[in-house]
């Protein structure tokens, strides 16, 4: 059985025993040269009237008493190994400390929890919701257990706040606090549509009719609803964060790992990722072998940024123009890089170990998808559409197979072409860009049909399209049905391509 280590070490009854023995030792220090300090100066210089064999029986008294006080830092240390062997849950008064793996690292918590018995993951799963919802390397059904707790909690708390009198006179829930309000009911609606807000709730949130957009929203997400898991729930600060697992990911043998764009947040976007994202789940199903073999994380785990472009005064001269916004900045995709990676990571010790892993971005989180692959190589391909840049322009500095990371660029979209994080991907030596014109193809099945093109930066995941075939191809690892085209004609030449890599090692 795993060692299971409360969630901070100083805070265990066996540290306070090491505590207490450390203090203990480091006084007995400092009165055992101080006794024979005195000791000495005694003998130096003897009193008249002090009886010599007296003053010899007290030194040795104390000498032994600080010997036995000596004993004592032994025994607390003994003490505390025992505490730390029989007792790692205990803190100093004596009190239950919440279960936690030595780091978060997904590999050590994976382990871990591998190592506790149902008994032991069914006490930390109720007792630290917060921590195994957000807990990379923890089965899926955990997470979502623990997150459907939390969001709960959130919507009750956030609810009463936004009611008249929820909160002193004078203040009141911000704008971005009802923003996330909204997000969290899109969730429930998502996820656990019996589940309905209370009226208050409704109108606390949106008084417009919220109800009756969700209800049309939700007839477009094809993903069955015992299907759907909550991955993530990060609601500790704007904007709240979150990933849905649509299929089951512990056995499927196609897994996507998606990253939306700018604008995402959960309460602008949830409908309309999971209506993509179901849509792509659909499509791959067919190269796969049934929707039984894929599945989709749609990850918003991540501040995405808000505007695209802002107007901006030209001086004194009632002019504006129109400046690049937070969409232009890579301190979102910077910060979100990490998570995204350890992310992989968990998706890659909780799934099959044969699954083929596909890492996706649409728009900005191609850009965030571009840092991963630098840092990571859990995936064994890449699909991006309307991304602003890799940050590179070298694809062997990602850390992926030669030939695996396609692109997609629409005509009418000018993301692509804007080159803000290390240039233009359409000219990337070495990148396959995927057709988005329209044609006629033999299906999985056999069946004839026509794909309709795509134009523009949001019709890369329609029904029907030769991006969506694209894309689902890529993800189903049915590579030959993908086609490729060059960009406005131009063939561009791949660089000598470095040693062969071999498929990312998979964890034992």
């Known amino acids: 059985m795993a060692e299971a280590i409360p ?16 203090d203990l030792e480091a006084v007995l220090v400092e009165a055992t040269a101080a006794h024979e300090q005195y000791v000495r100066a005694c003998t130096a210089a003897p009193q008249r009237g002090i009886d010599a064999v007296s003053e010899e029986v007290r030194h040795r008294r104390t000498h032994v008493a600080l010997y036995a006080a000596g004993l004592l830092v032994e025994h607390l240390r003994t003490e505390s190994l025992g505490a730390r062997e029989r007792f790692p849950e205990l803190d100093a008064t004596g009190a239950h400390r919440p279960l936690r793996p030595p780091n978060d690292n997904p590999d050590v918590v994976h382990r871990w929890w591998q190592g506790l018995d149902e008994a032991t993951r069914e006490d930390i799963i109720v007792h630290s919701p917060a921590w195994v919802g ?14 459907m707790v939390l969001l709960e909690a959130e919507i009750e708390r956030r609810a009463t706040q936004a009611e008249p ?4 006179e004078g203040e009141g829930p911000s704008e971005e606090e009802l923003r996330d309000l909204r997000g969290l009911l899109k969730l429930r609606a998502l996820l656990d549509p019996a589940s309905q807000a209370e009226e ?10 919220l109800k009756d957009r969700t209800v049309t929203a939700l007839e477009k997400v094809t993903t069955p609803l015992h299907e759907r898991y909550l991955y993530l729930l990060d609601a500790r600060a704007y904007p709240l964060k979150t990933a849905i697992v649509l299929g089951e990911l512990e056995t499927a043998t196609h897994v996507v790992v998606h990253v ?15 209506e993509w994202m179901s849509n792509l789940r659909n499509e791959a199903a067919r190269y796969a072998g049934g929707t039984e073999q894929v599945a989709v994380i749609d990850w918003i785990g991540y501040q995405a ?7 901006t005064a030209l001086g004194d001269s009632k002019l504006s123009l129109i400046m690049p916004g937070q969409a232009a900045d890579d301190r979102y995709a910077r910060e979100a890089a990490p998570d995204l990676v350890r992310c992989a990571q968990g998706v890659r010790l909780v799934c099959r170990q044969d699954a083929w892993l596909v890492a996706s971005g649409h728009s900005y989180g191609g850009a965030v998808v571009g840092l991963a692959l630098a840092e990571t190589d859990a995936f064994d391909v890449a699909m991006v559409s309307g991304c602003p840049g890799l940050f590179t322009n070298d694809l062997h500095t990602l850390r992926l197979p030669p030939g695996r990371m396609y692109v997609a660029a629409s005509p009418g979209d000018v993301v692509p072409l804007l080159g803000i994080f290390g240039g233009q991907v359409l000219q990337i030596p ?9 044609r006629a193809i033999t299906g999985p099945d056999g069946a004839r049909a026509f794909l309709l093109p795509t134009f523009g930066h949001e019709t890369y995941y329609n029904p029907g399209t030769a991006t969506l075939q694209a894309f689902a191809a890529i993800a189903a690892n049915a590579l030959e049905k993908v086609k490729t085209t060059t960009w406005f004609g131009v063939q ?3 660089p000598p391509l470095k040693p062969a890599m071999s498929d990312p090692p998979r964890p034992n």
Do not use: C, W
């Open 200 to 209: 208050d709730s409704q109108d606390a949130a949106d008084s417009k009719g």
């Open 134 to 147: 957000q807990a990379d390397g923890l089965p899926v059904l955990a997470r979502h257990r623990a997150n």
């Open 165 to 168: 009198g929820g909160m002193p």
């Open 260 to 274: 939306p764009g700018a604008t995402t947040t959960v309460d602008l976007r949830l409908f309309r990722e999971a």
């Open 305 to 311: 940024p808000y505007d695209i472009a802002v107007r």
């Open 7 to 22: 969630s901070r070490e100083e805070d265990t009854l066996a540290a306070a025993l090491e505590r207490a023995a450390a």
């Open 492 to 494: 561009r030449v791949a």
């Open 430 to 438: 070495g990148i396959k860009f995927i057709s988005p014109y329209a």
